[in-house]
């Protein structure tokens, strides 16, 4: 007779179910062995040195291990190849580098195998150390890209091997591939993300896009951003952890296939095993030579399916740098010859770009403008403000002699924008947190109030028949729509454009705003460009080369043809061949094609 099971033995067999089914794991899992994951005799082998490392200011008061991969084969003559990755080693990386390098199936090519950091503890014996695994690796921004370059790589460099070899490794970042799995693979590919000229090869295994840190966003912001010359290996297995952050499995699946809609090449190992690195072991030899493949020829940029980009966008028109060493540029607009004038708000000077594309200075006191915009008669319109103490608060206009006439006297503000009829409109923020007021100045010298409240108004805009005004909100991720009523004044106020956030912000930091011809709403972020469809819906993100803390101000387009976008970035100005043509607020309005909804 069969005797029934206790109930405690039961509840217990019960939880070993439900705790296997939630985690996905495989009972067994078998892999061949690359015949470059076992030592070969007659095969040089290289030398692994581990350091420590309990400097960094980026992660302050953390403390790591890392490790040191030297080839036989490697010496100080040439700067090597680089692989990093996290967590240590891993997937018998040293023997596989030792076959791969010696049967030129890769280039010589120093490893370094880096641990996270953690603050250890006063006492560990009765506290507990931080563990800063998570915060380093699963987060979004270029914290962690900005460690190795400016830390850890630079210490590697100070080291030796045992014989005395100098170590020096290549900036090129085609020379450049990182690796991990689970979080350390979503920490490989953000470092690429964030810094595609430094990292350009990644292998990611059993990878966590998932939202721990906000790495699940990565398949959608994929889809949007211009492509990035980066090659990508992907490794997961169908039973990978299923649980609170999301489905890994599904999740490497939704990316693999957002970097194939985006053009990057890309190659994925798909199996059934669980979250643990046997697989990504057995696969390793297989993923370097891929990423080494036809190795120095570099990585190139891939063409993306999103067609509101490549409506946007002309194939091998880049960014070109326009003018440098300024202290802090806004302000840009174009009049109607495709003229283009920005600021340089700190020095209280205004720069042309011709036709030509030379640059000239303005022989004018800009009395620190911010804004900048063209009338219909061709007169240029400034706005200037307290910005940095200066008391000066006035609307200027300029002929086309640069003769200056006060519009507005004791009105300041952040930006401007002249509608055809002649009505003026500007931003006044009070800082972030105070509610900004938005003014219009008809052509008889009247000032209204038109709305409040908006924390830190900033760029305005109209849509292409002038109907609508588009406003940016500094302070938070929202672009603001207002109906255009006869009279000048606004209605129908709401919340329009839904912007990007980086990891590292807490808001988008939207600033200047156009529109193009066929409506499209253009934002400059800290995010770069954002987008937006006619319905406040970013379909696309086009980075900007920056500097300081990345914020692009201000855009414009400009050119004979209206077809040139120009961007300000701190102390820069950058522009670009596109395929679209601004709309122009000093020509009549005029009704753009409906969007699709």
């Excluded at 005797?3 to 439900?18: G, H, N, R, V």
């Excluded at 640059?359 to 009338?375: E, H, N, Q, Y």
């Excluded at 006044?428 to 100045?441: A, I, M, N, R, T």
């Excluded at 319905?535 to 400009?558: D, K, M, Y």
């Amino acid at each position: 007779m069969k005797k029934k099971l206790s109930s405690k033995i039961y509840s217990f067999l019960l939880f070993l179910i439900i705790l296997n089914s939630a985690y996905g794991q495989s009972p067994t899992e078998t892999y061949p062995e690359d015949a470059a994951s076992v030592e070969h005799v007659g095969v040089p082998k290289g030398e692994v040195l581990k350091f420590t490392f309990e400097h960094s200011k980026i992660f302050p008061g953390t403390w790591r291990e890392y490790w040191v991969y030297v080839p036989a084969q490697y010496s100080p003559d040439k700067p090597a190849c680089v692989y990093i990755n996290q967590d240590g080693i891993q997937w018998k990386a040293p023997i596989v580098f030792d076959n791969l390098i010696h049967q030129k199936e890769m280039p010589i090519t120093i490893g370094v195998f880096v641990m996270h950091g953690k603050v250890r503890a006063e006492n560990g014996d009765s506290t507990l150390d931080r563990f800063n695994r998570s915060f380093e690796y699963d987060g979004l921004g270029d914290n962690y890209a900005r460690f190795l370059l400016e830390e850890l790589l630079p210490e590697v460099e100070k080291q030796k091997t045992t014989d005395g070899r100098a170590i020096k490794l290549s900036k090129n970042g085609n020379d450049r591939a990182i690796g991990g799995s689970s979080s350390g693979a979503v920490c490989a590919f953000t470092a690429a993300w964030e810094r595609p000229k430094e990292f350009s090869r990644v292998f990611s295994a059993i990878g966590t896009y998932v939202g721990l840190r906000g790495a699940d966003r990565y398949s959608t912001l994929v889809r949007k951003y211009e492509p990035k010359p980066i090659k990508i290996f992907l490794q997961d297995g169908t039973n990978d952890l299923n649980i609170y952050a999301g489905d890994w499995w599904k999740a490497n699946e939704s990316m693999e296939r957002s970097l194939v809609f985006s053009g990057y090449e890309v190659k994925h190992v798909w199996g059934e095993g669980g979250h643990n690195g046997k697989h990504g072991t057995s696969i390793f030899p297989e993923a370097m030579r891929w990423l080494w493949k036809d190795y120095p020829k570099p990585v190139m940029q891939g063409e993306s399916k999103n067609q509101f980009l490549s409506d946007i966008l002309l194939p091998n028109e880049g960014w070109e740098l326009v003018g440098e060493g300024y202290s802090f540029t806004e302000g840009t607009a174009a009049n109607a010859k495709g003229e283009v004038f920005y600021q340089d708000i700190p020095n209280a000077k205004a720069y042309k770009v011709g036709l030509d594309g030379k640059v000239t200075l303005l022989p004018i006191d800009t009395k620190r403008a911010s804004g900048t915009a063209f009338a219909k008669d061709g007169t240029m319109v400034t706005i200037t403000s307290s910005w940095g103490g200066y008391p000066v608060k006035q609307i200027i206009s300029y002929d086309g002699a640069l003769k200056a006439k006060v519009v507005a006297d004791s009105l300041g503000g952040n930006d401007i924008v002249v509608a055809y009829n002649g009505n003026i409109y500007l931003t006044q923020p009070d800082g972030s947190e105070k509610p900004s007021k938005l003014f219009l100045v008809r052509p008889n010298g009247e000032r209204l109030v038109v709305d409040s409240g908006i924390k830190f108004a900033n760029g305005l805009a109209f849509s292409p028949d002038q109907t609508q005004l588009y406003v940016t909100e500094s302070a938070s991720h929202w672009v603001w729509i207002y109906q255009i009523k006869p009279d000048g004044t606004l209605a129908n106020k709401q919340r329009f454009g839904w912007l990007h956030v980086l990891d590292t912000a807490e808001n988008a930091w939207s600033d200047g705003i156009k529109c193009d011809r066929e409506g499209r709403i253009y934002v400059t972020s800290r995010s770069g460009i954002q987008v937006l469809d006619q319905t406040g819906r970013v379909n696309a993100i086009i980075p900007v080369p920056t500097t300081g803390n990345g914020q692009v101000s201000n855009l414009c387009f400009g050119g004979e043809n209206f077809d040139i976008l120009y961007a300000s970035s701190n102390d820069k100005v950058y522009r670009r061949k596109v395929k679209v043509k601004g709309a122009n607020t000093f020509e009549a309005p005029f009704k753009p094609a409906a969007p699709k909804l």
